[in-house]
C-alpha cells in the first residue's frame, strides 16, 4: 500500500485528531467538531489549537500544531481561507497524515482561487499528506465516533450501520445522515469531498471498498475528475461485490452548469455516465428518497437471489399496480402454481391467486389469512423475493406486534428469500419493523423498486466482469488526415470488417476497378477535405456498367470541385452495391473524463433524431458487447422483422469488441471514429463498414 493511501486510511480511521482555529464556542465553524467529537465519545486524542487560548472547551489547547505532542492523524483546519495556506506548511512539516480545510473562496469561484488551490494541492501532495476540501464539511466515522466536520446532522447519535455514503455536497451528506436517523438505520461513514484539491470521489470510494464494515455504498456526485481512478474504483466495488447506489447531477445542460458553479466539476456528458453506471454494475437513482430507500433496503434486507417476486396484497388495485412497476423493472412476475391457488380459493373462495395473490377484505374478519397466503407462496411457490401489501393495517398501533411477529417469523422460516412490507405504518412502526431485518415502505410501489434494485445487483454479481483498461490492439493508427479509403484500411487492420474498396485518379481506372469489384457499384469522391460527401454530389449509387462509372467519374469531379473549390481531391472510391441487412452505426466518442467510448445504433441519416444509441467505455469484450446491444431500444430489428432475416449479432459483437481495443490502444490521439452505416448481413454473413471517418486529437 502506497504511503499516500495509507495516510488516507489513517486520516479516515484518526485515532488523533487536532482543530486548527478552535473556538470556545461550541456553535461557531471551530468550535463545532470539537464539541462534537469530544461529545460522541471519541476515544482518540483531541487536540485543540489555538495561540490566543490555553483551554478550549475544557481541553488544552495548544498555540500551534507543531506544539502537539507526537504524531496526529488528522487536521481540522477551520480558519480564514487567508491562512489555510500557511496553516497547511505547518501541518506537511509536521508530518500530518491528512487535512480537512472548510473555507471557501478557491477553485469553485474561479480565477485567483483557482490558483490559490493549485498551491494547497501542491503543499498537500508534496509530503504525500491527504487534503479533503477545499470547500467542503469534511466527514463523518460513525464507527469511531469521529464527527470531523461542523454539520450538526453529525452530531446526533447515528444507529450502527454498513452504508458508505460519499458526497460532493457537504449539506447533502448532512441531510442523508438525518434522513438515515429518523429512519434508524445507520450509515458507518459519511465522506464529503467539496471542491477535491486532493482527495476525490474515487479515493472516498476506493476506501469504502476497502473498508470490511462497509456492505452498501451510496454516492452523490457532480461531477468525476480522475475518470481512470474512479472506473478502476467501481470494478473493485463490483469484485467485491458491493452494491454501488449513484444519484449523478447534471443530466440537463442547466443541472450541468449549476454542478459546475457548485464545486467547480465537470459534469461531462450525460450518456457516458449512464454508459459507466450500465458497465460497472452501479444502479443510478433520480431522486433522494430513490436514493437513500435503495442503499437502506439492501443494508437492512439484503437482496434478492434472483428476479422472481411475488405479490401478495389485501387490494386488488394496489396488487395490479405492483406487478407493473416490478415487471418494468425487470422482475419476473410469474403465477402462482395452480396447487397453490386452488388451496388458497378453498380458504377465500373469490380471492384473486395469480400473482398477485389478492387476499381481499376477507382479511378484517380473518386476519390470519395474510400469513396463510405468504406461507402458501413461499412453500410451493419458487420465488426469490415476496412483497406484501397490508394496506393502513399497520398504521394501528395495536397491529404493529403482531404484524412484525409474523414478518420476523416468516425470516427465520425462509431465510433464503428476500421481504419487503408495504403499509400506511407509523415512522416508528417503520423503525422496529426495519430493525428486525424487513425493509418498510408507506408506498407499495416503492417496495417493489427497491427489490428490482436488489435483484439488478445480484444478476451484475453473478455476471462475468472484464475490465482491463490496459488492454489494446496493437493495429498501427497513422498521421495526418484520413480519406474514407485510409480510414477503413486502418478499421480493417484493427479487425473490424469493412467492404472491398478500389481507388481511382482517372474515368478509365474507375471503370477498370469497378469492373474488378462487380456490378453494380458505388462511387464516393475521395478526399481528406470532405466529410459529407453527399452534400457536394461526392456519392453515387447503382453504377451498372463501365460507360456509367466513366461518365459519372467526369460529372462528380466537375460538381464537387464547383460546391467544393478548395478541397484537394484524390479521385473516387469504388465498392460494390451491398444490398439487404440491418444498417447500424458504430463509433468512438472520446470523453474528457474517462477516455474513448464506444457507440453503437441503428444507422442511417436520422440516427441523430432518435438517438437511439448506447456507450460503453473500452476496450471491453464480446459479452459486454452483447449487453450494449441489448440496451437499444430497436433491438428487435435486429433479430427479423416483417420477413427480414435475423442479422449477424455475433459479427456486429465482434466487431465492436475490435473498435473498442483499437480505440483502447490510441486512446491519447483517437478523437472519434464515425461508422455510418455499418451494415449488419443476415445471420452467418458477417458485417462490414460501408464508410468511416476517422479524426486525431490536436497535436
Avoid at 488544552?60 to 487536521?75: C, H, N, T
Avoid at 489555510?84 to 491528512?98: F, N, P, S, T, Y
Avoid at 478509365?508 to 456490378?519: I, N, P, S, T
Avoid at 464506444?598 to 432518435?610: N, T
Wanted: proline share 5%; aromatic share 6%; charged share 20%.
Amino acid at each position: 500500500m502506497s504511503k499516500s493511501k495509507q495516510n488516507l486510511k489513517r486520516m479516515f480511521e484518526a485515532k488523533s485528531v487536532a482543530v486548527i482555529g478552535a473556538s470556545g464556542d461550541p456553535l461557531r465553524i471551530g468550535g463545532r467538531p470539537v464539541a462534537m467529537i469530544r461529545d460522541m465519545g471519541y476515544e482518540g486524542a483531541l487536540y485543540p489549537i489555538n495561540p490566543n487560548r490555553d483551554e478550549v472547551q475544557g481541553l488544552k489547547a495548544y498555540p500551534s500544531i507543531a506544539d502537539v505532542p507526537g504524531e496526529v492523524d488528522l487536521v481540522i483546519c477551520a480558519v480564514p481561507g487567508a491562512l489555510v495556506e500557511d496553516m497547511l506548511g505547518q501541518c506537511a512539516a509536521k508530518g500530518v497524515a491528512g487535512v480537512i480545510v472548510f473555507a471557501g473562496g478557491f477553485a469553485e469561484v474561479g480565477g485567483d482561487g483557482v490558483e490559490a488551490q493549485k498551491r494547497l494541492t501542491a503543499i498537500a501532495r508534496g509530503a504525500d499528506m491527504r487534503m479533503i476540501g477545499p470547500n467542503c464539511m469534511g466527514f463523518a466515522n460513525f464507527a469511531n465516533s469521529m464527527p470531523a466536520s461542523f454539520h450538526p446532522a453529525f452530531a446526533r447519535p447515528m444507529p450502527k450501520g454498513n452504508i458508505g455514503l460519499v458526497s460532493q455536497s457537504g449539506a447533502f451528506g448532512g441531510l442523508s445522515s438525518l434522513m438515515a436517523m429518523d429512519r434508524g438505520v445507520g450509515f458507518r461513514h459519511v465522506l464529503t469531498t467539496g471542491n477535491e484539491g486532493d482527495v476525490g470521489v474515487a479515493d472516498c470510494l476506493d476506501y469504502l471498498v476497502d473498508d470490511p464494515g462497509t456492505e452498501v455504498i451510496l454516492l452523490y456526485i457532480e461531477g468525476v475528475r480522475d475518470g481512470p481512478a474512479f472506473l478502476d474504483a467501481l470494478a473493485k466495488a463490483r469484485r467485491a461485490k458491493k452494491p454501488v447506489v449513484c444519484v449523478k447531477l447534471g443530466r440537463t445542460e442547466a443541472g450541468a452548469k449549476a454542478a459546475a458553479s457548485h464545486t467547480s466539476a465537470l459534469a461531462g456528458a450525460d450518456a457516458i455516465y449512464d454508459a459507466v453506471f450500465s458497465q460497472f454494475g452501479v444502479h443510478r437513482v433520480n431522486s433522494i428518497e430513490e436514493f437513500f430507500d435503495t442503499g437502506a433496503a439492501i443494508s437492512v434486507g439484503g437482496m434478492p437471489k434472483g428476479d422472481s417476486i411475488a405479490l401478495v396484497t389485501v387490494s386488488g388495485g394496489v396488487g395490479v399496480l405492483m406487478a407493473d412497476d416490478a415487471a418494468a423493472r425487470g422482475m419476473t412476475v410469474t403465477e402462482l402454481p395452480q396447487s397453490t391457488q386452488k388451496k388458497f380459493k378453498e380458504i377465500v373462495p373469490y380471492a384473486g391467486v395469480n400473482n398477485p395473490l389478492d387476499v381481499t377484505g376477507q382479511i378484517i374478519n380473518q386476519p390470519e389469512i395474510f400469513e396463510q397466503a405468504m406461507r402458501l407462496v413461499l412453500d410451493e411457490g419458487d420465488y426469490d423475493a415476496v412483497v406484501g401489501f397490508q394496506g393502513a393495517s399497520l398504521n394501528a398501533p395495536e397491529n404493529v406486534e403482531s404484524g412484525l411477529t409474523m414478518w420476523k417469523s416468516l425470516k427465520t422460516d425462509y431465510p433464503d428469500r428476500t421481504f419487503a412490507v408495504a403499509s400506511l405504518i407509523s415512522a416508528e412502526g417503520q423503525k422496529r419493523f426495519e430493525a428486525a431485518g424487513i425493509p418498510t415502505f408507506r408506498e407499495a410501489t416503492h417496495a417493489t423498486r427497491a427489490m428490482a434494485a436488489g435483484a439488478y445487483f445480484t444478476r451484475c454479481f453473478t455476471t462475468p466482469f472484464d475490465w482491463k483498461p490496459a488492454a489494446g490492439s496493437d493495429a498501427p493508427l497513422g498521421n495526418g488526415t484520413f480519406t474514407e479509403q485510409s480510414a477503413l484500411a486502418t478499421l480493417s487492420a484493427a479487425g473490424v470488417p469493412v467492404m472491398p474498396t478500389r481507388s481511382a485518379a482517372s474515368a478509365g481506372e474507375a471503370a477498370a476497378a469497378a469492373e474488378e469489384l462487380g456490378f453494380p457499384v458505388v462511387m464516393k469522391i475521395l478526399s481528406p477535405d470532405i466529410v459529407h460527401k453527399s452534400d457536394v454530389g461526392g456519392v453515387k449509387l447503382n453504377l451498372a456498367s463501365k460507360a456509367d462509372v466513366e461518365q459519372t467519374f467526369g460529372e462528380m469531379m466537375t460538381a464537387v470541385r464547383a460546391k467544393a473549390p478548395d478541397a484537394k481531391l484524390d479521385g473516387v472510391l469504388l465498392a460494390p452495391m451491398i444490398s439487404g441487412g440491418v444498417e447500424t452505426i458504430i463509433g468512438v466518442h472520446s470523453d474528457p473524463v474517462f477516455g474513448p467510448a464506444i457507440m453503437f445504433g441503428l444507422g442511417g441519416v436520422f440516427v441523430e433524431v432518435l438517438k437511439d444509441v448506447s456507450f460503453r467505455l473500452a476496450p471491453f469484450d464480446t459479452a459486454e458487447a452483447r449487453r450494449m446491444i441489448d440496451e437499444i431500444r430497436g433491438r428487435a430489428i435486429l433479430d427479423g422483422v416483417r420477413g427480414a432475416p435475423a442479422a449477424d449479432v455475433d459479427a456486429l459483437a465482434d466487431a465492436l469488441a475490435s473498435l473498442s481495443q483499437f480505440a483502447a490502444a490510441h486512446r491519447d490521439r483517437l478523437l472519434s471514429v464515425d461508422v455510418n452505416p455499418f451494415v449488419v448481413l443476415p445471420k452467418g454473413q458477417g458485417a462490414m463498414a460501408l464508410d468511416a471517418v476517422i479524426e486525431l486529437k490536436d497535436d
